[in-house]
């Protein structure tokens, strides 16, 4: 009997070497799309809103920030935050700000596209929803960015309080273009505007600030301690300080004419939850020079045009993380099998997927309505944007960490790996709602304009009005709200504490129905019938659910699938 060689013998029995890691059952990259054709909501939104928009330019920038490109940056950015250089090599202060390249190129792009500039540059009835459509496709891929695109937007209204500020800045404020160099801004073609309000004695309540303002000639020389500072980078600053007549807004340039570089003292970067590629800085003023805007004693006044501006904007970036989170969560179900069928065939996942469906786009059409109604400066309009905003304002943003959840939660493990983009989106969505007043601030802010400007409940119930004998649930929702804001009304302008106490108590409860029954007469006005009465039906009916995919049954789950 012969015997194989034992090194025959082993190979034979030995298994044959396998492939472990064949890459099977996952959804394709997300990339090189448009991402203004797949959004059904933004584009309805658009024809309704702002019909004179270019869409050849809207789907320019839907493939540029849907590309591999951009959304590599995106993930650069934020992997690589910004970086303060207090000091050069040599010991002098320089309080400069170092931004991975990536930032350079997103926000390049943005401002070039006219995110920040075009409802200014090509004023019309619908400049402001153009501008903000422009505006949400950047911000849904990369939301950082967005925050000195938006003060530099935002800052225009209150700039014009002054004729000779407004004829030097107004100009580079408004240009298309980028230029980050750290020179007198005489220099420049465009700028970018940050914004110093708030200190950590005082916070929202601006008027316990402490900083000080001191006349020197054409300007004043401000001293103090600002505990958040958005955009330390940018070329100015509109900054409340006090002086004799009280809190008053000045125009503060962190390089002064002839290229010396004003006392703005950055302390330190801080270190946020999400928002990471955006730098937010403490900072301090040592006898900086700064320039009065409109009139001393009026600061409040003069600065809340640019804080109404950024409170839209807040709407808008929560609406764009909706609809990535949405976008995100549909194409992982459409690409991913389990139990038997691709997920998106699945009844439970199909239900959620339709009901993150429905949220963005109540998000979209009520975004993209807000920023319509202020191309309207007609009476009716202005009061009902006064209420309008805030209320959208809270409730929206609101809204945005939960719905991004629901999405991670559709990838499962994936989704909460930072190799994807919805963990980055759930830490981003938060701050929406913390920034330019937080959820009671936005409350007690909306109680203040219904005791001091009552007709602005007249609008706002006017336009819900709109809305009735559409659905029955809406109907019944409205006659309960119309009773509430009565109540509420009596109450606010009556004097009496206890009444209104009584009322700041509730008022969470008044302002949700207030937005609910807003974005349903939104949507009845501008969006397909099956969104709009789904909508109605899920958020205002007795059977609405509390989590996502909890829908009613007459819900057309099918039809909101097919737009995510």
């Not at 970086?83 to 997103?106: M, Q, S």
């Not at 963990?423 to 909306?446: C, F, H, K, T």
């Amino acid at each position: 009997m012969s015997h194989a060689p034992a090194s025959r013998l082993e190979s034979e029995t030995q298994p044959a070497p396998s492939a472990t890691h064949t890459v099977f059952n996952q959804a394709p990259p997300r990339r090189d799309i448009n991402e203004f054709a797949l959004n059904t909501a933004l584009r309805e939104a658009v024809d309704a809103y702002a019909p004179t928009a270019s869409t050849v330019e809207l789907n320019r920038i839907g493939g540029l920030v849907g590309s591999a490109d951009f959304i590599n940056d995106a993930r650069l950015a934020n992997e690589h935050g910004p970086e303060l250089k207090t000091h050069d090599e040599w010991g002098n202060r320089v309080d400069e700000v170092e931004f991975h390249p990536a930032y350079h190129r997103i926000i390049g792009e943005a401002l070039r596209s006219g995110a920040h500039s075009h409802a200014w540059n090509q004023p019309g009835p619908s400049a402001n929803a153009d501008r903000a459509a422009r505006f949400m496709l950047f911000s849904q891929i990369e939301p950082g960015h967005a925050c000195p695109v938006s003060m530099t937007h935002a800052v225009i209204p209150s700039l014009r309080a002054d004729v000779g500020l407004a004829e030097f800045w107004l100009p580079k404020a408004t240009a298309s273009d980028y230029d980050p160099r750290r020179v007198d801004p005489a220099e420049k073609s465009a700028v970018t505007f940050g914004m110093a309000m708030t200190e950590k004695q005082g916070g929202s309540d601006v008027r316990a600030n402490t900083t000080r303002a001191i006349p020197n000639g054409d300007h004043c020389l401000i001293t103090g301690h600002k505990w958040f500072c958005s955009a330390p980078q940018s070329d100015a600053f509109l900054v409340l300080a006090h002086l004799e007549q009280g809190l008053s807004c000045f125009v503060v340039p962190r390089i002064l004419p002839g290229g010396g570089l004003n006392s703005v003292r950055i302390q330190r970067l801080k270190d946020k939850l999400g928002n990471k590629s955006n730098a937010s800085s403490e900072i301090e003023f040592d006898s900086a020079a700064g320039w009065l805007l409109g009139q001393p004693g009026k600061g409040v006044r003069t600065i809340i045009e640019m804080v109404s501006q950024t409170r839209l904007d807040c709407v808008l970036g929560s609406a764009a993380g909706m609809r990535q989170s949405v976008a995100e969560a549909a194409w992982h179900a459409r690409g991913r099998a389990a139990f038997g069928a691709t997920l998106i065939d699945q009844p439970l996942m199909r239900a959620v997927i339709a009901d993150l469906q429905l949220e963005s786009e109540a998000a979209t059409f009520t975004a993209m309505h807000l920023a319509a109604v202020h191309d309207d400066d007609g009476t009716d309009a202005v009061d009902f944007r006064r209420l309008a905003t805030a209320v959208g304002k809270y409730w929206i943003c609101k809204r945005g960490p939960e719905h991004a959840y629901e999405a991670l939660e559709c990838l499962g493990g994936n989704g909460y790996t930072e190799a994807f983009p919805l963990a980055r989106r759930y830490r981003e969505q938060p701050v929406m709602a913390v920034w330019e007043g937080s959820g009671n601030v936005i409350v007690l802010d909306v109680l203040r304009a219904l005791g001091r400007e009552p007709r602005t409940a007249k609008a706002f119930l006017g336009f819900l009005e709109t809305a009735l004998g559409r659905h029955r649930d809406f109907d019944a929702a409205y006659e309960g709200l119309a009773g509430s804001l009565h109540t509420s009304l009596e109450a606010v302008t009556s004097g009496d504490p206890a009444r209104i106490a009584g009322i700041q108590r509730s008022g969470r409860v008044l302002v949700e129905k207030m937005a609910l029954l807003m974005q349903s007469a939104i949507l009845f006005d501008s969006a397909p019938a099956e969104v709009a009465a789904g909508f109605a039906s899920a958020r205002l009916g007795p059977d609405r659910g509390r989590e996502y995919g909890a829908l009613p049954d007459d819900v057309d789950i099918d039809f909101l699938v097919e737009r995510a």
